[in-house]
């Protein structure tokens, strides 16, 4: 086989694992949108506030460290220990749940009723407002995420497919982090996916996201529910940025990766989860052999980012509620 | 008396408030916020702890005390901008904006006020031509003598000879970014190597289809014109595709402590391009005693002595020795910005002075003239020891082609002159 051909192939895998990673953070979106209707403007601020928790507890940071010393004259930094991964991210999830609390308890439980546009905004605040607290408690300085995951080309998968090519080609180039992102994605729309078939909160999750008043009548309580959505999409934010923190160091810019998951999310649409995944398959796929086809060699690059939007921007025209979206249906 | 009263308290309020007329005032356009916040801590610290110590050690610079006023600008242009138009005011005697972004747009503002401004290694590199851009100055080097530096680095590793050899440029899709194509291509055409071009687009966060390239196209070296988080990712994914890191070499954005610690040992041997040296100078021994022991720090001290706070630290010293030239050549110590300005273009650094203050071989010899506001346009090539987390100098300073750039300088600065309507001169 041709080498230019193999390489092709190369990037629709390689397109594929990055599309995972886009989708890891569609799925936070989707989780909030589906259940109370409010596009999460900051769901890329809650990935890189998860991340920078996650390592500042492990590095055993004093919160705040900067502000207190200010305040106080000290000059305290770290505890003096350090916390087991796992421990860390159990701890987390507890921050991100308290998050969760605090945004429905001080924010959405007062804008019940109101138009999207004025919860979108909300969100917006939530976003600088999460973005500045990150900063102020874990400091600005870029933070390398230690949990041990593998970086770095597969040489088995190298070695093994070399020969399928001439002298110029060199074997499929796989990201060992791509591997377990796609194996980390796997069990995280499973374990999402079941939750939401099998237990009690999920059937109850579900029926706030088909119709928030009739789940209301039945005695569902919405504040209970919003609270679940939004911890649960803290712990997928979680996950998107260890992931994405493992490849760069945790930093402010990991904010940035929700311009990613947009074209994504139009793609997906915005009310499923199965949608977050397959748009973020395509989106990757698409920009990546768009690139090596076309952009690279003819117009100088970097189009990645205009073209998944362009792609979304095509699907909308056909599909306005998106591949897996819900149908929008108005009768008069 | 009641409105008597009032009157007083305002007077003696806005008496209070007012800026101190005898303060050298140095505004700082910091970023300590935002994407790029771990590049602009450390210089905005060393830039301040040296003003600082000038406070504590000297008096201030000619007996004048130094007055900073930090401005954050978050590394965004409309923000620097309005940075600029709030500290103005103030007697603002010289400007440090730290964004080519900020610098672009504040060049034609700067000159209109008559406030000088310097953009050390960035900025608008043909702002070098003193007689066009009368209050600009990018001393000790520019953009375009780093792509210079790097190729005859380049060149003596290879016995002078790049005839045959492929160099990928890796860069920000910015105005940042392109800035060394230009240069590049015209020593590609001298020099017989072969130049491919990967621009990877804003943040950075996703460069695998730039790496790919690279693994298929085997180029002999890649040079990186990247910032921020692109410089984190590009270091690792190198190291991905098992790149060879000591003919990786980044320019001297991309060759801080945090541009390669998040790739951990797999950052062993990346090279990149300094504008300073970076080792134990007895000024920072100063710093430590009469400004962070006595609680005047600029930070949380944990930068002390990197990369970017000794660059912050270097410019603060330019700052200085400009002023302390104004004053000389004027002889007042309180100094306006256009006195400050005439400071800058009669500047000369030498290893005797740079030893004087502290900090010997911090930076190359040069002198400003009129026609030349550009320095040396030297820089060195250090390499990063994952091991002992140092970047250890490989080369002393090195020149670039000058024959090259020189053309380049006054071809792109004679259209800015067309454009701007500006006949060429000496102030």
């Not at chain 1, 209970?224 to 760069?248: D, E, H, N, Q």
């Not at chain 1, 989860?273 to 395509?282: D, E, H, R, S, W």
Request: glycine share 12%; hydrophobic share 50%.
């Amino acid at each position: 086989m041709s080498a230019d051909f193999l390489y092709g192939i190369e990037v629709i895998i390689n397109g594929l694992m990055a599309g995972v990673l886009y989708a890891l953070v569609a799925l936070g979106f989707v989780l909030i949108f589906k259940a109370s209707g409010i596009f999460n403007y900051a769901q890329g601020v809650m990935a890189l506030f998860a991340a920078l928790t996650l390592v500042g507890i492990m590095e055993g940071q004093v919160p705040f460290a900067h502000l207190l010393n200010a305040i106080f004259g000290t000059d305290i930094h770290h505890f003096g220990w350090e916390v087991p991964a796992l421990l860390a991210i159990f701890l987390t999830v507890l921050v991100m749940v308290a998050f969760a609390w605090a945004v429905q308890h001080f924010v959405f439980r007062h804008l019940v009723g109101q138009e999207p546009i004025i919860l979108f905004m909300a969100t917006i605040g939530l976003a600088y407002f999460l973005e500045g607290v990150g900063d102020l408690m874990w400091g600005s300085d870029i933070k390398t995420i230690a949990l041990g995951l593998p970086q770095g080309g597969s040489f088995w998968v190298e070695d093994m497919t070399a020969s399928l090519g001439g002298d110029d080609f060199y074997g499929f180039f796989i990201d060992k982090l791509d591997m377990v992102a796609t194996v980390v994605a796997i069990v995280l729309v499973i374990s999402l996916i079941a939750f939401a078939q099998y237990t009690k909160q999920g059937r109850a999750m579900r029926a706030v996201a088909d119709d928030h008043q009739a789940a209301l009548s039945v005695g569902i309580s919405l504040n209970y529910i919003w609270v679940l959505v939004w911890s649960l999409a803290g712990i997928v934010a979680m996950v998107a940025g260890i992931m994405w923190g493992a490849k760069s160091g945790v930093q402010f810019s990991l904010s940035l990766i929700a311009l990613k998951a947009l074209p994504v999310l139009m793609l997906g649409g915005f009310t499923s989860i199965p949608g977050a995944i397959v748009g973020g398959l395509i989106i990757g796929v698409g920009e990546k052999l768009f690139e090596y086809t076309i952009g690279a060699p003819f117009l100088g690059g970097a189009t990645e980012n205009w073209f998944a939007y362009m792609l979304a921007l095509i699907f909308l025209v056909f599909r306005p509620q998106g591949l897996f979206g819900e149908r929008i249906i108005e009768r008069v | 008396m009641k409105m008597k009263t009032l009157a007083a308290m305002a007077l003696a309020g806005a008496v209070a408030s007012g800026p101190a007329v005898a303060d050298l005032v140095i505004p700082d356009l910091s970023y300590r916020t935002g994407p790029y916040a771990a590049g602009g801590t450390p210089f905005s610290d060393g830039y301040q702890d040296y003003f600082n110590l000038l406070n504590a050690r000297d008096g201030g610079i000619g007996g004048e005390p130094v007055r900073i006023v930090e401005c954050e600008t978050g590394y965004n242009t409309e923000k620097g901008v309005e940075c600029y138009e709030s500290t103005k005011g103030e007697g603002a005697l010289i400007y440090q904006p730290l964004s080519t972004g900020i610098t672009y747009q504040l060049i034609p503002k700067a000159t209109a006020d008559e406030i000088p401004i310097h953009t050390m290694g960035y900025g608008r590199t043909s702002a070098a031509n003193g007689e066009v851009f009368n209050w600009v100055f990018n001393y000790p080097a520019n953009y375009w003598d780093a792509a210079s530096v790097a190729v005859n680095y380049l060149l003596d590793e290879n016995g002078g000879d790049l005839n045959g050899k492929t160099i990928a440029l890796v860069y920000h899709n910015s105005a940042y970014g392109k800035e060394p194509i230009r240069t590049l291509e015209s020593l590609a055409e001298m020099h017989g190597f072969e130049l491919s071009q990967l621009a990877v687009d804003h943040p950075g966060q996703e460069q695998k289809s730039q790496w790919l390239q690279i693994r298929r196209e085997r180029p002999d070296y890649v040079l990186m014109w990247g910032w921020g988080v692109m410089n984190q990712v590009a270091v690792q994914e190198a190291a991905n595709i098992g790149f060879p890191m000591e003919n990786f070499i980044g320019n001297w954005w991309a060759g801080a402590e945090h541009d390669v610690t998040p790739a951990g040992d797999a950052a062993n041997g990346y090279k990149s391009l300094n504008m300073n040296r970076v080792i134990d100078y007895p000024v920072l021994a100063d710093i430590q005693s009469m400004v962070h022991d006595a609680g005047n720090a600029a930070g949380d001290g944990s930068h002390m002595g990197s990369v970017l706070y000794v660059r912050g630290m270097y410019a603060a010293m330019l700052a200085a020795e400009a002023i302390a030239k104004a004053q000389e050549i004027h002889g007042v110590a309180d100094v306006t910005p256009a006195m400050v300005r005439d400071g800058m273009e009669a500047l000369e650094i030498t290893d005797a002075r740079m030893g004087e203050l502290g900090m010997e071989g911090i930076g190359p010899e040069f002198s400003v003239s009129c026609a030349d506001h550009g320095g040396a346009g030297q820089g060195l090539v250090q390499q990063w020891n994952a091991a002992d987390s140092t970047w250890v100098p490989l080369t002393d300073f090195i020149s670039p082609d000058d024959a090259v750039i020189a053309p380049l300088v006054a071809e792109d600065s004679a259209a800015f002159a067309a454009e701007s309507g500006i006949t060429p001169g000496c102030l």
